[in-house]
């Protein structure tokens, strides 16, 4: 017979669903199972993989009710992010592992009043489109908001994959997570949203392969399928007075420099954003640096921006200067979110270089390598690979990926510029309209008469009443009487 102690720990973990009741029934028909001491149980569970360390130690502590957020099984306890704790979840039913961000339901915490923040989740978390990471839940449970995600555990962050790969994009690859970007951006501001803090860290590429390197150690490379997606739309707390609380130089980098006195998001300030996006996949380091953010945020609003032109002479004159227009310090100087996704649009070919990317001769800094993942405020990206691997060539990101979109752009038709229409021409397409309207009308006209009998020459006669026959019988004639002569 279970002790009380026993029947009540399972009891827990029932009331949690942690276990399924078939589960636990299974559990207590196992011939060795301990039905005294919660330790023994916890180890028995641990040893076969039921429970985690984290709910183990959970329960023996008397903590259960902690397990379920929102009615997801939590599995273990990830690490801090933005305003407040990720968690490793279950999916209720399906047991399927998800990630949940636990927000304190404070104004003090999220930036804004708490019913404006739920909001923006409900509205903008879970907008649906192919390149962006949505929420797949957002509930409230007494004094917290939790918000649910896709791990994406065969994506990595652009930030940590550009470190592993140990260069900057090559020019296919670089063109097709641009356009892809400017799209999300261009519809989002269409319909009245932003995003607020756009940057290598809130992309995420996938899915991956490993590759094996000549020593043995293996490095992530993109499938010939992969994506970029946009995460954290609507999301993330709003940002504090950055003069006053700065944030991650992660994210620092990326802001605008209005930021730093108003940090309330805008289109303008999305495309900025986007623009020194662009600018780290092209080159493998942000646009502005400095040592602390102080000085960081200095350089952003003062010091001269490093010529992409001399960073990578292979990118075409015209895609630079669009992203060194998206980089203008005054909101108004920068281009629209449309303007950027036509811009990339026109241009037709950005070539690949197959070599390393040789950096300008006032850039003695290498590569960035990838922060730990212990360091990472949003952890929804694959773990990053051991700090014992070295980053490899560029040449060998190109080379992963150069054959995949040359393959994607020979299967594309070739797109063919407008020829600009004369005016001899657009008056000669106006008559033809004109004409063939004419001729519409005409032939419906017709129709309309001959359904109503209007070329009928004369009316039909009346048929006339069919005449009674009479049946006529010959006069009889008398016999003529003999004459005697």
Not at 75 to 100: A, S
Not at 304 to 318: A, F, G, H, N, Q
Request: net charge negative.
């Amino acid at each position: 017979m279970p002790s009380d102690s026993i029947i009540g720990f399972l009891q827990q973990v029932r009331s949690q669903r942690l276990l399924f009741p078939e589960q636990i029934e299974q559990l207590v028909q196992e011939p060795d199972w301990p039905q005294e001491g919660l330790e023994r149980l916890c180890q028995y569970l641990l040893e076969r993989g039921i429970l985690t360390r984290y709910q183990a130690e959970a329960l023996l502590q008397g903590r259960g009710q902690e397990l379920n957020l929102g009615g997801y099984p939590v599995l273990e306890e990830i690490g801090p992010c933005t305003g407040g704790m990720v968690y490793k979840v279950l999916h209720p039913t399906l047991r399927l592992p998800l990630l949940l961000r636990r927000l304190k339901a404070d104004e003090a915490s999220l930036g804004e009043p708490v019913e404006a923040f739920f909001e923006r989740v409900r509205q903008w978390g879970m907008w649906q489109h192919p390149h962006v990471a949505a929420a797949l839940d957002v509930g409230r449970t007494d004094d917290d908001i939790y918000i649910v995600l896709d791990p994406l555990g065969d994506h990595a962050d652009v930030e940590t994959l550009t470190g592993e790969l140990g260069g900057p994009m090559p020019g296919p690859v670089f063109r097709e997570m641009a356009r892809a970007l400017a799209s999300v951006l261009r519809s989002l501001h269409e319909q009245g949203g932003t995003h607020g803090r756009i940057c290598p860290a809130h992309l995420v590429l996938g899915p991956l392969r490993e590759k094996v390197r000549p020593d043995g150690t293996r490095s992530r490379r993109p499938a010939s399928d992969a994506t970029i997606k946009l995460t954290e739309l609507g999301l993330l707390p709003r940002l504090p007075p950055v003069r006053q609380q700065p944030p991650p130089r992660r994210y620092l980098a990326y802001l605008p420099p209005e930021f730093f006195d108003d940090p309330t998001p805008t289109p303008a300030a999305d495309v900025y954003a986007l623009g020194a996006t662009l600018y780290f996949l092209l080159t493998a380091r942000p646009p502005f640096k400095g040592d602390d953010p102080v000085a960081l945020m200095e350089a952003i609003a003062q010091a001269p921006l490093k010529p992409l032109s001399r960073l990578r002479p292979d990118i075409p004159t015209e895609i630079s200067a669009l992203v060194e227009r998206m980089l203008a310090r005054e909101p108004g100087q920068r281009p629209t979110a449309a303007e950027v996704e036509q811009g990339l649009a026109t241009e037709t070919s950005v070539p690949s270089r197959s070599g390393s990317l040789p950096l300008a001769e006032d850039l003695p800094e290498s590569a960035p390598l990838a922060e730990s993942v212990s360091s990472r405020h949003l952890p929804v990206a694959v773990p990053v690979q051991s700090s014992s691997v070295s980053p490899e060539p560029a040449a060998d990101w190109s080379e992963a990926w150069s054959s995949h979109m040359a393959a994607s752009a020979a299967t594309e038709p070739p797109q063919r510029r407008a020829r600009p229409i004369t005016d001899e021409e657009r008056a000669r397409s106006r008559r033809m309209l004109l004409l063939g309207g004419v001729l519409h009308l005409t032939a419906v006209t017709l129709l309309l008469l001959w359904i109503f009998g209007a070329f009928t020459s004369s009316p039909e006669p009346e048929p006339t009443p069919p005449q009674k026959k009479e049946n006529k019988i010959p006069p009889k004639t008398r016999p003529r009487s003999p004459q005697v002569g």
